[in-house]
């Protein structure tokens, strides 16, 4: 065992990736690369206009401004590697550099679930508290629920993956995926799991189910507020708000359930290699659209910062 775990710690593993279908590789390249331009550029097109325009200096682009930065660093995490085993035939990363990507990928992931839960209270706030919301999302607050949010994702991706990286593991280093996550790692190990395991489904139930039962608490609380109101252009504005961060939530929380809620058996490995691909590549180039799209706050930032208005 020890042996083995020497021979990892010193040496390097092979990301195998998609090299299942070496055809799709300059394809999967192509389209990657765009995908992670466009995560580049709209993410701080976002975090860039809410800087400048002052109009946009409330709690709800603060926090989007901090989902943005968070998209941008947690598909840096990644994505850059993805493309380099993708275009040429190494596909090797150092021991220390998938302790580094497994650290960064958990952390910011774990970060994004509790910053959404936050966006939710703030909509939450602003639709069913109106006239406390000044006074409830003070700036001085909403910078300790920021804050808080990358601290306990970065807190809890040192415990797990420091749990993950002292199993002992063996023989070939090949990890069946794309990037290092824990259940590709534990699948290399000597020794028994379940524990390892275990601890995974419990901290995924603690940020994964927990913070989608309160996103959904604070929407049909939000629902029911909606449903009482009279004018037809606060309905479209709560809609158009809350719609987008819902379907932000969707496409985020989904496809991680599947990843680390279901049994390994449920789902083959390729199978999650494409749902990983999607939560780490799609949905943050995403983000930024939604947010954008039809928004007239951020139209009118726009013509401002233009000089149209």
């Known amino acids: 065992i020890m042996k083995a775990k020497n021979a990892s710690s010193g040496g390097y593993f092979v990301l195998l990736g998609f090299s299942n279908w070496p055809h799709l590789e300059v394809v999967l390249f192509v389209v990657i690369l765009m995908f992670y331009l466009m995560t580049l550029i709209g993410n701080l097109f976002i975090i860039i206009l809410s800087h400048l325009d002052s109009h946009l ?6 926090f989007l401004s901090n989902l943005s930065f968070l998209d941008l660093c947690y598909t840096t995490s990644s994505i850059p590697q993805l493309l380099v085993n993708l275009w040429g035939p190494e596909k090797t990363i150092s021991h220390a550099g998938c302790m580094i990507q497994l650290y960064f990928v958990l952390a ?22 109106p006239l406390h919301y000044t006074v409830l999302m003070h700036p001085r607050f909403c910078r300790l629920l920021a804050v808080a949010s990358w601290v306990s994702g970065f807190t809890t991706s040192a415990i797990h993956s420091s749990f993950t990286f002292w199993v002992p593991l063996c023989g070939h280093h090949q990890v069946d995926h794309f990037f290092c996550e824990v259940p590709a790692l534990l699948r290399l190990s000597c020794v028994d799991t379940h524990a390892n395991e275990l601890t995974l489904m419990v901290m995924s139930s603690i940020f994964v189910i927990i913070p989608l039962i309160l996103i959904l608490s604070s929407y049909s609380a939000i629902a029911r507020a909606v449903l009482r109101m009279q004018s037809t252009t606060g309905l479209q504005k709560v809609f158009g708000t809350c719609g987008a961060h819902l379907l932000v939530v969707s496409l985020f929380f989904i496809p991680v359930m599947c990843i680390y809620l279901q049994p390994s058996s449920g789902n083959s490995q390729d199978q999650g290699k494409f749902i990983a691909l999607f939560y780490t590549v799609v949905t943050p180039s995403l983000n930024p659209v ?5 928004n007239k706050d951020v139209r009118g930032a726009v013509k401002r910062l233009l000089g149209w208005e």
């Open 57 to 62: 200096h409330t709690p709800m682009y603060f």
């Open 108 to 129: 910011l992931g774990t970060a994004e679930c509790v910053l959404l839960v936050v966006m939710s209270y703030d909509r939450y706030v602003a639709v069913c508290r």
């Open 290 to 294: 939604i947010y954008t799209l039809r």
